[in-house]
């Protein structure tokens, strides 16, 4: 076991979950904080049937600064932070921007104000490939032009790498690495974690792997007129464990001082853009199961294509996207499957 502590954000969550596993199995040590808002806590049972270590959990608000700091007194063990403690619905951010702009902007300042005092040597930021807006080229690169944002949530994105820039260029004593992610999808192998949503999901594969299983009468898919070969929307879909394995990466690099930078951004993605039709397609193929759907008019505010250029996250991380789509679909729909067996959906 590693001796450095690494405090996870958001770790009951989706993709922070998955993150938890490849740390504990890559020897670190994890301390979860989560307020529960958008997670369970049995999510914590599936970590521990996975890895076999229950790790370290607090319930609490990141951006109740006193709870922070009782934590960082309780274990002055952590070194590195990876902060996915967000709220990330768009429509949502539309009608409640002010909680929006509270939780994520607040959560990020708090941990940023308490890493000096308690000698945290680095902090991993999710960001989204959201920054591109509708890019002019693809593939996106980290140079490509940052757009302004078109929703509270996708701002809170722009605002939080501006102000980790800000901390940092003013002296900080601390490294940062900020991961542009793409479309996160599947589920762990095991799939005994994966995406669970609250309520009506609102991205694609929670809504289609629920339409498959009859728990939803049909997929909408959101319009077929676009520029694109087959008039839907394209996106860069990547596996969430090739994605928790990035953090991993990254958070050991600024524990090692690997880089001379103390701010790098990369982008977490295929470098394959894939339709919403495509996918439907990759699904029913790789697991057999048909998805109900129907083609709607388009969803305000969507972009109608991007993916990404991985190749600054292929060089000089030494990381890449491996899992094959169909992989990554049967990982999605296992895990259905099993909330189903579990009676939960
Ligand atoms: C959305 C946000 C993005 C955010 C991410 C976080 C927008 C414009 N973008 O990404 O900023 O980081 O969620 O979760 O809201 N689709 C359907 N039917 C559905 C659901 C989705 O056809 O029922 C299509 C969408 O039109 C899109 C693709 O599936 O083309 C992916 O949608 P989604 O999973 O919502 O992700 P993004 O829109 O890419």
Not at 23 to 51: F, H, M, W
Not at 181 to 189: E, S
Not at 198 to 203: A, D, H, S, T
Not at 279 to 296: C, R, Y
């Amino acid at each position: 076991m590693k001796t450095e502590r690494i405090l996870v954000t958001g770790g009951t969550g989706y993709i922070g979950s998955h993150t938890v596993v490849e740390l504990q199995q890559a020897g670190y040590p994890v301390v979860i904080i989560d307020n529960l808002s958008n997670s369970d806590s049995a999510v914590l049972d599936g970590i521990e049937r996975i890895t076999g270590i229950r790790p370290d959990f607090v319930e609490a608000d990141c951006t109740d600064i006193e709870a922070l700091k009782a934590l960082f007194a309780k274990y002055p063990d952590i070194k590195g932070i990876i902060n996915f403690a967000a709220s990330k619905a768009v429509g949502e951010s539309m009608e409640k921007p002010i909680l929006y702009y509270r939780n994520n902007l607040n959560t990020l300042m708090n941990l940023l104000e308490l890493m000096a005092p308690n000698h945290v040597k680095g902090i991993v930021f999710s960001s989204s490939c959201t920054v591109y807006g509708e890019p002019d080229v693809n593939p996106v690169t980290e140079q490509s032009p940052i757009k302004k944002a078109t929703s509270p949530y996708g701002n809170t994105k722009q605002i939080s790498e501006e102000i980790i820039t800000d901390v940092i260029n003013a002296g900080a004593p601390f490294k940062s690495i900020i991961l542009r992610y793409f479309n996160p999808v599947g589920a762990h192998p095991s799939a005994e974690i994966g995406e669970l949503p609250n309520g009506v999901p609102q991205n694609l594969i929670p809504y289609l792997t629920q339409a498959a299983m009859g728990i939803r009468k049909e997929l909408s898919v959101f319009g077929n007129d676009y520029n694109t070969p087959d008039g839907s929307c394209i996106r860069d879909y990547i596996n969430v464990v090739d994605l928790a394995k990035a953090h991993v990466i990254a958070v050991e690099r600024m524990l090692q001082d690997k880089s001379e930078d103390k701010i790098e951004i990369f982008n977490l993605g295929t470098g394959n853009g894939v339709s919403v039709l495509e996918l439907i397609n990759a699904f029913e193929h790789a697991t057999g199961v048909k998805v109900p759907h129907k083609i709607v008019g388009r969803r305000a505010g969507d972009i109608e294509k991007v993916w990404a250029n991985p190749e600054h996250a292929n060089n000089v991380l030494g990381w890449k996207a491996e899992s094959d789509i169909e992989d990554t679909m049967r990982s999605a729909w296992a895990w259905q499957c099993r909330l189903r067996e579990r009676g939960i959906m």
